[in-house]
């Protein structure tokens, strides 16, 4: 069983290793500490990470540059009122070319985790942080829910996640995507902000940005009619 288990690690590790950047400040050498990790979470090059830890100095900057596979990009966050009220920033790949298409994440079907759930931790440099334990205790939006569903807001693991694994992937055996490494309400240490909350968040900033979309598009169309 031991080994069964340990076969899954390590294939759900080396599947989203590629997946897995690590962020700079704009000015920043490359060589220098990162100052969080992130990974791709469409193939157009959208990148879920910790909002605290890209912006805890100097708040969210212009762009950020990431290291994806050996290879330096330029990416800026999207904006979102959504992303405001969120622990999770997404930055957007930019200066891409129309061949460029990126490994993303699989999140397959959303079930809820369960409490002791065995899960894996990849951050750090081409996924080269590796964490591994279990799922300890939920906290949820609506604590007190008896007609609807209760939402999970956060997840404590029964491990101390490692600050250099801030906006880390968090998967299950499946190599499935359960959720990101984000900073504590109070920033003194890391928990698991859940993969449906991140889906949630792309479909309202896709949604925005079509309707933005939409609006300029008719703004053309009424400043060019005679």
């Known amino acids: 069983i031991y080994a069964k ?15 897995i950047v690590t962020i700079f400040t704009a000015t920043q050498d490359i060589t220098s500490t990162p100052i969080a990790s992130g990974f791709v979470v469409s193939r157009d090059g959208v990148i879920a990470t910790d909002l605290r830890g890209i912006s805890a100095e100097l708040g969210l900057r212009e762009s950020y540059k990431v290291l994806l596979n050996g290879k330096v990009y330029i990416a800026t966050p999207m904006k979102s009122d959504a992303m405001g009220k969120s622990s999770v920033a997404l930055l957007r790949i ?24 065995t899960v894996i931790v990849v951050g750090g440099e081409a996924g080269s942080n590796v ?4 799922l300890s205790r939920f906290h949820y939006q609506n604590p007190d829910a008896t007609s609807t569903p209760k939402i999970i807001s956060t997840i404590d693991t029964g491990f101390k996640i490692l600050s250099e694994n801030a906006g880390a992937l968090v998967v299950n055996l499946d190599g499935q995507a ?7 309400n ?19 900033i896709s949604a925005e940005a079509t309707k933005t979309s939409a609006v300029d598009e008719k703004k053309k169309v009424s400043a060019s009619a005679p």
């Open 186 to 204: 109070n920033g003194t240490g890391y928990t698991i902000f859940p993969a449906s909350r991140i889906i949630e968040l792309i479909s309202t």
């Open 5 to 19: 288990e340990d076969d899954l690690i390590v294939s759900a590790v080396e599947k989203n290793q590629p997946r």
């Open 178 to 184: 359960i959720g990101i490494v984000v900073t504590n």
């Open 94 to 117: 930019s200066e891409t070319k129309e061949t460029d298409v990126f490994d993303a994440v699989a999140f397959g079907r959303q079930v809820d985790p369960k409490v002791a759930q």
């Open 131 to 134: 964490q591994r334990g279990i």
